[in-house]
């Protein structure tokens, strides 16, 4: 006879066990893995050290940069490829103050993005301690929302909370404040944390009617689309919608990519340094369609002679842009994908409107004919971002090879061309090169920078060697502040103050002092030997190419004029 | 809707979770828009989590509009109502 061992009672109403309280700088790691982070950019200092001290038995990969700026400037290029927090982190005082640029620039752009700052502990809060700065004041303006932490049991539940905001409806950068204290004492992690959801508007059906009606009757109508694209991963329905409709496009600097460079009826980029072409087609529409745009100065103009024969659709993610510089015919705030696709109307006949947007892109096509034999630059990006497989992402600093870009380079993929548009920061380039490298590691990332901008984050080439990022760095180099001078050239009247940058130093061997590849060209005919090394070598390579500092970029919309009275040439 | 005063100043109400940092957000957002506060009264509601904001605002130039920034404010996080004198602007879960 077995003998049965009798089953113990299982009591369903039994407690569950309290979770075992663990340090609040563990409730920060957990909570970073929960959001699914895989790398966080960052440099440690005192206020923050408990959060270092769990970072070491996480699953998070820190990266750890040479300068809190490049942290925040890197998880920018990182929420902007993969449409996810990018997350920064730095000690309190200057390591929170240097954070700012980069949130700033997260912010003017609707980057998601989440910044972790040590703070002071809280009893020494408000008495001017060591290494204490109002992080959450100075940042309030720059930010879409901020917490200080007050308790450590709160941790859960604002790390959630600050994911969920930065990156739903218009993205944007969120900032945590950890006083010291709150990541050395325990909390209990609660059992579910239910994420919040925010959520766009709903579209209005009727505004989209309307739009409809508008689309059907127009005959010169102009796809208008912008940064918002990019942010709503709206790729897929904008080029959709060009192709349902064949309506002739212009894109802002931020919008670039969106569609194709080589799409049918892309007329390039609008604005100040925008293409003739596109600029005009946009004075003579009688319909604007503005997706994901924001009317913004350097794209507009003068605004009052903005589009002035043109009827408006603004579709927009963010209800308080719609109206907020140009009032619309239709305003749709609403998510863009679901917006843009039931945009289904096709304008009747515009068959003679194509046409004259395609014979206004072929004469006023930009000439690579440059006379002499020195290194021209818009040639040099043209041939390079041809040669580059359709993976290519680049990032740019900021000057007049980042207009040079804008107007030269081929774009295939979604999120392939990063730029600093809103805030305008020099030494973007570099950090962004390795945020994006990290988020996508398949992708051909190409720096392109300026002897100014590369100085103001070139510590970032430490970064690149230690984690061996096989970044490709176009350093264009004409020994002076090349926009500066140009509008101090046009401007003021040849004033010339403060640009000359003739005692830079010898940028391949700085690069090759940090352990990155380098080399050093000043003709032309070094020019496909160099893009071929370039694209062929397999780790970290910088290219310092010289080039005349007397170039300028054109055309250009002198300030405060309308985008039709653009320069050519200097007068 | 035209709840312009006669001098430009007109009157917003604004509903919002009564948060750290919450009142010094709404501010810096009126006055970085291009208003100046004339007048300003918070109260806290019972529970104490909600509370109101009301405003009396002016443009600095005939260029900004308080339809605008009443969007702009009902986009914080916390905020939830943002009446304009009588007139309803915007409503969104806090």
């Given at each position: ?103 700033a620039n997260a912010f003017l752009d609707s980057v ?30 720059i ?277 600093s548009a809103g805030l305008g920061t ?146 | ?94």
């Amino acid at each position: 006879m077995s003998t049965a061992v009798a089953p113990k009672p299982v009591h369903l109403d039994a407690p569950v066990p309290a979770p075992e309280p663990v340090t609040g700088a563990r409730l920060v790691v957990e909570a970073l893995e929960r959001e699914g982070v895989r790398h966080i950019f960052g440099y440690p200092g005192g206020a923050i050290m408990p959060v270092y001290d769990a970072l070491v038995r996480s699953r998070l990969k820190h990266i750890l940069v040479r300068h809190e700026q490049g942290a925040a400037l890197a998880a920018d290029a990182y929420g902007r490829v993969t449409g996810e927090p990018g997350v920064c982190l730095a000690t309190s005082g200057p390591g929170a103050t240097n954070l700012v640029t980069g949130i700033a620039n997260a912010f003017l752009d609707s980057v998601p993005m989440v910044a972790i700052t040590g703070q002071v502990g809280s009893h020494l809060m408000g008495t001017d301690a060591f290494q204490e700065v109002d992080i959450f004041g100075i940042t309030l303006p720059i930010v879409k929302h901020s917490y200080v932490v007050r308790d450590p049991s709160e941790i859960p539940h604002v790390f959630a909370e600050a994911f969920a905001l930065a990156r739903s409806a218009r993205p944007g950068p969120v900032l945590i404040d950890l006083p010291k204290d709150m990541t050395v004492r325990t909390a209990a992690a609660p059992a579910t944390i239910e994420p919040p959801v925010f959520d766009l508007p709903v579209p209005d059906g009727a505004a989209i009617a309307r739009a409809n009606a508008l689309i059907a009757a127009a005959r010169a109508p102009i796809l208008y689309f912008g940064g918002g694209v990019p942010i709503a991963r709206a790729e897929g329905a904008l080029r959709g919608f060009a192709q349902r409709t064949h309506i002739p496009s212009v894109a802002t600097l931020k919008g670039l990519g969106g569609l194709p460079t080589d799409s049918p009826g892309f007329l390039g980029m609008m604005g100040m340094h925008g293409s003739r072409a596109a600029n005009i087609a946009i004075d003579e529409c009688d319909l604007l369609i503005c997706v994901g745009a924001r009317f913004d100065d350097r794209a507009t103009g003068k605004i009052d002679t903005f589009a002035p024969r043109a009827r408006i659709i603004h579709v927009d993610g963010d209800p308080a842009e719609i109206g907020k510089l140009k009032r619309p015919e239709v305003g749709i705030a609403g998510d863009l994908t679901a917006v843009l696709d039931r945009l289904t109307a096709v304008p009747a006949d515009i068959a003679d409107w194509r046409a004259r947007c395609e014979d206004y892109k072929a004469k006023w096509a930009p000439p690579y004919d440059a006379p002499g034999t020195g290194i021209y630059a818009p040639a040099m990006l043209k041939q390079l971002s041809e040669a580059a497989p359709d993976n290519l992402i680049v990032t740019c600093d900021v000057g007049q090879h980042q207009m040079w870009v804008a107007q030269h380079c081929r774009f295939s993929r979604p999120q392939a061309h990063l730029t600093s548009a809103g805030l305008g920061t020099m030494g973007y380039g570099i950090p962004a090169g390795i945020g994006a490298l990290l988020a996508d590691p398949s992708a051909t990332v190409l720096t392109v920078s300026g002897d100014g901008s590369i100085m103001m984050n070139i510590q970032e080439l430490a970064t690149i060697r230690r984690y061996r990022l096989p970044l490709k760095i176009l350093l264009l180099d004409n020994s002076q502040l090349g926009m500066v001078r140009q509008w101090q050239e046009l401007f003021f009247n040849e004033n010339f103050s403060e640009i000359d940058l003739s005692d830079n130093p010898d940028f391949a061997e700085v690069a090759r002092a940090f352990g990155i590849e380098a080399f050093t060209i000043d003709y032309r005919s070094e020019v496909p030997a160099a893009i071929e090394r370039l694209l062929t070598t397999d780790g970290p390579i910088l290219c310092h190419a010289r080039i005349d500092p007397r170039e300028n970029v054109w055309p250009l919309v002198p300030p405060n004029k309308s985008n039709i009275e653009m320069m050519e040439k200097a007068p | 809707m035209n709840s312009q005063s006669p001098t430009g100043s007109q009157r917003l109400v604004v509903e919002y979770m009564a948060g750290e940092g919450a009142l010094v957000r709404m501010l810096g957002v009126v006055e970085r828009r291009g208003f100046v506060i004339r007048r300003s009264v918070m109260a806290e509601l019972p529970c104490g989590r909600r509370a109101t904001l009301a405003l009396t605002v002016e443009p600095r130039d005939a260029g900004r509009s308080v339809e605008t920034l009443a969007l702009q404010l009902g986009r914080l996080h916390g905020v939830g109502r943002v009446h304009q004198e009588t007139s309803f602007i915007r409503d969104q879960a806090a």
